[in-house]
């Protein structure tokens, strides 16, 4: 990009022109302390770093820091190698002034007089920079980027330091919005988990409440092979909640087209357990296999092959389909008979702890880990009567409502940061310190 499309009073600088670009280096996870000197990995900034360094999640050994690199206030740390190249080159702003570390296979950027550290670390997050940095990426199963390659990087900036400040302000305004947000994400999950234990353990009355645990009223409960349950409920094999029993899906890989039947594999789940259908397949098959392996609404799917044992067995619950659809032969269907047990109970109690134990149990781990007809069968299930069910699933349903709320204020919010970042990294939406100030030229 030329200077003449800039704003008036902002820059175009390679990186290398505006600060240093260097290696980190570092040792390895043997160094790692839990109450050691805190240090940015370069897997760190995938998995917890944002733009800006909020907190940190490895720490190493004080004996060992001298392997690695010391971080000033301001530096900028980029990861060095990625699974993608679109990945390669994410990077945070360390800001504070107290001891840190980067590790090995990071690159620091450490800027000059004028640049605002802040706004670099969202700066070079930027979709412009993202897709220089692509670019740059070399190599096959795993893609690195050059200290070379960073220090041509594309750096857009105001030349007042003070309008850098106002863009971070915005931003990281709206990334303390996302934070505020994801932890209540995180608290509706645990919240979700401890419901589930009380609700699969004590079940609820007829006015909406939790039975007293058994420690407060041990008339209310029996034994059971699944541990002390309420009178009313009793524990019964899946076999017996099923229309028929568990069918492999149809294995159709040499006929797979642009046009045909939807055909649903694990890479269409979400981490959720729900299906997202835009990334499912096609496939031609005959009328015959439309009717045999069919998948319908609260049909139950669950994974029958996995690189995993803990990813044996993990169910999906179907919700209404747009089309047709079959599904996979590394997954089993599970049609529900509703008289027994409400399919969203299934899903949840196939999601239990103590079904998972029990099918991971069933697992055949001798080459990939998989599960059968015959383990799953005999599963036992905690059942309870129709009216109860359905009071469950009532308060089920409205827990998910509230978490499905939340992702959807946070997926807002994302998509406004998105928004700003590309506004306000290119100068396209000014902010009031650029008019405030006399802009410089």
């Given at each position: 990009m030329s200077d003449r499309r800039l704003p008036q009073g902002w820059r175009e600088a390679e990186l290398g022109s505006v600060g240093a670009c260097f290696r980190g280096r570092g040792g390895t996870r043997a160094d790692e302390q839990a109450d050691g000197l805190p240090c940015i990995r370069y897997g760190d900034l995938y998995t917890h770093h944002d733009c800006i360094v909020?907190?940190?999640c490895s720490a190493i050994s004080p004996t060992r820091a001298f392997a690695y690199t010391a971080l000033q206030s301001g530096d900028i740390v980029f990861a060095g190698s990625g699974e993608t190249p679109e990945e390669i080159g994410r990077a945070t702003a360390y800001c504070d002034s107290s001891k840190a570390y980067a590790g090995g296979d990071t690159i620091i950027f450490r800027p000059g007089p004028g640049l605002v550290s802040r706004f670099v670390g969202y700066a070079v997050n930027s979709v412009a920079a993202n897709r220089y940095k692509s670019k740059m990426g070399q190599g096959s199963s795993v893609f690195h980027i050059s200290s070379e390659h960073l220090s041509r990087l594309p750096l857009r900036f105001p030349s007042l330091p003070e309008e850098q400040h106002c863009v971070a302000d915005v931003l990281q305004t709206v990334d303390a919005a996302i934070e505020h947000t994801s932890a209540l994400i995180a608290k509706t999950q645990q919240i979700k988990a401890g419901l589930m234990h009380d609700l699969f353990t004590r079940g609820v009355t007829p006015?909406?409440?939790?039975?007293?645990?058994r420690e407060e009223a041990p008339k209310l409960y029996k034994e059971s092979p699944?541990?002390?349950?309420?009178?009313?409920?009793?524990?019964?094999?899946?076999?017996?909640?099923?229309?028929?029993?568990?069918?492999?899906?149809?294995?159709?890989?040499?006929?797979?087209?642009?046009?045909?039947?939807?055909?649903?594999?694990?890479?269409?789940f979400t981490a959720e357990r729900s299906i997202d259908f835009s990334l499912s397949r096609r496939a031609v098959v005959s009328d015959e296999e439309l009717r045999r392996y069919e998948v319908a609404a609260d049909n139950v799917l669950v994974s029958r092959v996995f690189a995993t044992v803990e990813g044996v067995g993990l169910p999906t619950l179907v919700p209404a389909l747009p089309e047709p659809a079959v599904y996979e032969s590394n997954m089993m269907r599970l049609r529900v008979d509703r008289n027994a047990i409400r399919p969203r109970l299934l899903f949840e109690w196939l999601r239990n702890p103590l079904a998972r134990q029990r099918i991971e149990a069933g697992v055949n781990a001798?080459?990939?880990?998989?599960?059968?007809?015959?383990?799953?069968?005999?599963?036992?299930?905690?059942?309870?009567?129709?009216?109860?069910?359905?009071?469950?699933?009532?308060?089920?349903?409205?827990?998910?409502?509230?978490?499905?709320?939340?992702?959807?204020?946070?997926?807002?919010?994302?998509?406004?940061?998105?928004?700003?970042?590309?506004?306000?990294?290119?100068g396209r939406v000014r902010v009031p310190a650029a008019e405030l100030k006399e802009v410089a030229i």
């Open positions: 909020r907190s940190f006015d909406g409440q939790l039975r007293p645990a699944l541990g002390w349950i309420p009178k009313e409920w009793d524990v019964r094999q899946l076999r017996s909640c099923l229309l028929d029993n568990p069918t492999n899906g149809i294995y159709k890989p040499a006929h797979l087209i642009g046009r045909g039947t939807l055909l649903i594999g694990q890479a269409a001798s080459n990939q880990a998989s599960v059968n007809q015959g383990a799953l069968n005999p599963l036992p299930v905690i059942w309870q009567p129709s009216e109860e069910q359905d009071r469950l699933v009532d308060i089920i349903e409205e827990h998910d409502e509230k978490y499905a709320s939340e992702r959807a204020t946070l997926a807002k919010m994302q998509s406004v940061k998105r928004g700003l970042m590309h506004d306000l990294l290119t």
